[in-house]
């Protein structure tokens, strides 16, 4: 019989691989580190067990339900996503660095004290998000589901005091379309647009809407219109009607991403506040090296209306003199850009950080607290440093 390249004990390990969590809105990624891409991508939501209604797994309300939900949501990833013990294997979790304690806190709870892992290793999306690209400095947007966080990384570490976040993601790209759909039945132009389900709508974003340029917007501003897309049909499902989407729509529901509120805050307005607000030595690198990631940034059109968007408002009164800046260069990462992060995690997971840098069951146990660099418990100088200081 002969044996594999690892089995011989000549490969970079024998421990088995890690599993790796990116927990999303509305998709979670997971697989094993080390792979080029996640074994599954599944919507966050579960039949609760109680009442048999699907709900998605972080809208819960009281920690004992939220709890649950979180059981029965990894439970499938486990055994039927993966088909792997979670006792055998150590777990690493890509997570925002904005995400809420209590998730952390919940996520850490449930992983030990019900699959009785042996670690579990927390890594911040923005920052292993590089390490797909071997760079170490990048503005890194994020455009989930329901907001775009932006958070400038130098050199590794992330300028926690430049970051931007605004709701501005798919959600509002998609309440968006419902407004326009629902405003032209109500014309009398059509019907059937109020029994669309979220589902459907989200659909409709993906397979039918694009992201236009700026020259076009600027025209249809200016009451100077282009020649409008073509209109396409979308079926509902089996057996019924198909309802006509127009070009206007498909066209103009993702400028809701870059129409400036009463803030003057937009997609593009955040990063360029992201790059004002770090050193002026950082800004020319970050402007250099912008990452977009999550599955908002996929949309057609996304990466060039942003950077169209970026030139023109660098040249204007706004920042022409705060931000002496003309050129902004996108990295193109090595996986889609909805698994980027996930795919961050499963290189760390591949390294000996896993090892070194997780919270052991037994120191879990000890305390039941996912050390935290928001406490200042866990971000004081020791005893040692302190005299030697």
């Known amino acids: 019989m002969i044996k594999t390249y690892y089995e011989s004990g000549m490969g970079l390990s024998t421990e088995r691989q890690a599993v790796v969590f990116d927990f999303g809105d509305c998709y979670t990624k997971v697989g094993f580190a080390g792979e080029a891409g996640p074994r599954s991508i599944v919507p966050s939501e579960v039949r609760c067990p109680k009442d048999g209604r699907t709900r998605k797994v972080f809208d819960a309300v009281k920690a004992d339900e939220q709890y649950n939900l979180l059981v029965e949501f990894i439970h499938n990833l486990y ?3 993966l088909l792997v013990s979670p006792k055998d294997r150590r777990v ?12 952390r806190e919940m996520l850490a709870k449930v992983f030990f004290m019900h699959f009785e892992i042996s670690s579990l290793l927390f890594v911040p999306s923005h920052v292993v998000a590089l390490s797909t690209l071997g760079v170490n400095t990048a ?6 589901a329901t907001e775009t966080i932006v958070i400038p990384v130098y050199e590794g570490v992330a300028v926690l005091h430049a970051w931007q976040a605004q709701p501005l993601a798919a959600k509002a790209v998609e309440r968006q379309i419902s407004d326009m759909l629902q405003e032209r039945e109500k014309s009398n132009q059509s019907e059937g647009y109020a029994n669309l389900t979220e589902k459907m709508i989200e659909d409709i974003k993906v397979r039918a809407c694009f992201v236009t340029t700026l020259g076009r917007t600027q025209k249809a501003r200016e009451d100077k219109p282009c020649p409008c897309p073509p209109s396409v049909n979308y079926l509902v499902g089996p057996g019924s009607n198909m309802l006509n989407i127009s070009g206007d729509i498909r066209e103009n529901a993702f400028n809701i991403l870059f129409e400036q509120d009463a803030d003057q805050i937009s997609v ?9 607000k770090c050193p002026i030595d950082m800004r020319k ?3 250099e090296n912008i990452l977009l990631i999550g599955g908002t940034s996929m949309a057609v059109g996304m990466k060039a209306r942003i950077k169209e968007e970026l030139s023109y408002l660098a040249a204007s009164a706004q920042y022409s003199e705060k931000l002496k800046l003309r050129t902004f260069k ?18 760390y997971g591949a390294t000996d950080i896993v090892s070194t840098r997780s919270l052991s069951k037994e120191a879990y146990l000890k305390d039941k607290k996912v050390p935290d660099w928001v406490s200042l418990i ?9 005299r030697s200081i």
């Open 79 to 81: 055994f039927r996503h």
């Open 92 to 103: 690493v979790v890509v997570e925002s660095v904005l995400c809420p304690t209590s998730i």
């Open 139 to 144: 503005l890194v947007v994020d455009m989930g």
């Open 268 to 276: 593009s307005t955040m990063m360029l506040d992201a790059i004002t």
């Open 285 to 287: 690198p970050l402007a």
């Open 330 to 347: 996108f990295h193109s990462p090595p996986a889609k850009e909805n698994y980027t992060a996930w795919l961050g995690g499963a290189i």
């Open 378 to 386: 866990y971000n004081t100088l020791n005893e040692g440093v302190k």
